[in-house]
């Protein structure tokens, strides 16, 4: 399979504190993109981060990317309750016609 | 960026009945793309709907089960054949947008399907 993996799977922090969620995957990517999505809606793209990228910035986000070890992580700093949500990476993966494989997911729960 | 529209949002099908799901994109895309996600799991890609040609389906799924349709640059079907309750799930539709290497999907609010 070339599904992507998370984790932790669930990860519960107190508001204010910062949250780092890992995303490994297999094979060589063109991009790597991080989405949000709230129990029981639709996903948000919330960063894109290209294979010849090592870090990223967006607000409050802050995702690097380590080719060598096909791996990335999404920091969240001051999270707050409404960061409360499942975070998925997915990769954009060479040669397969720009399809995305989604990764396993982190449940991320916020505590007020 | 693209804003996506899903019909139904929602449906109740009684098994061995087949349910039609259309997704609109407001504007034209290279790439449309139909997902299922299990509740509480991860999104598992179905097929790329080609504009104008069979659509590409990923190990495990196949057109007769999955009939997908993409007329134009906008609009893709795709349609749920034959149910049966393993086939409740999140139906979601992607389209891809922005310049190579930095390709972006927006999704869909998706279908809620539940086989009964």
């Known amino acids: 399979s070339q599904q992507g993996e998370e984790d932790p799977q669930a990860l519960s922090i107190q508001e204010g504190e910062n949250a780092t969620m890992n995303c490994s995957y297999k094979t060589s990517i063109n991009n790597l993109q991080w989405y949000r999505q709230n129990s029981g809606r639709g996903l948000v793209h919330l960063i894109l981060i290209r294979s010849n990228e090592r870090e990223k910035h967006s607000g409050r986000l802050r995702v690097t990317l380590d080719t060598s070890k096909k791996s990335s992580s999404l920091l969240i700093t001051a999270s707050r309750a409404a960061d409360t949500a499942s975070y998925f990476c997915?990769?954009?993966?060479?040669?397969?016609?720009?399809?995305?494989?989604f990764g396993t997911g982190t449940s991320l729960t916020v505590i007020p | 960026s693209a804003v996506i529209s899903q019909k139904p949002s929602r449906d109740i099908c009684q098994r061995g009945t087949s349910l039609t799901i259309q997704c609109q994109v407001d504007s034209q895309v290279t790439m449309m793309f139909w997902y299922r996600q299990q509740p509480g799991q991860s999104l598992t890609l179905i097929a790329t709907?080609?504009?104008?040609?069979?659509?590409?389906?990923e190990s495990g799924f196949v057109i007769d089960k999955f009939p997908i349709s993409r007329p134009n640059l906008t609009f893709s079907t795709l349609t749920v054949s034959n149910m049966s309750p393993e086939d409740s799930s999140i139906y979601l539709c992607?389209?891809?947008?922005?310049?190579?290497?930095?390709?972006?999907?927006?999704f869909g609010p998706g279908t809620r399907l539940l086989v009964l």
């Open positions: 709907a080609n504009q104008g040609s069979e659509a590409t389906y």
């Open positions: 997915a990769t954009g993966v060479k040669n397969t016609g720009n399809q995305f494989y």
């Open positions: 992607s389209a891809l947008t922005g310049t190579v290497y930095q390709e972006t999907q927006y």
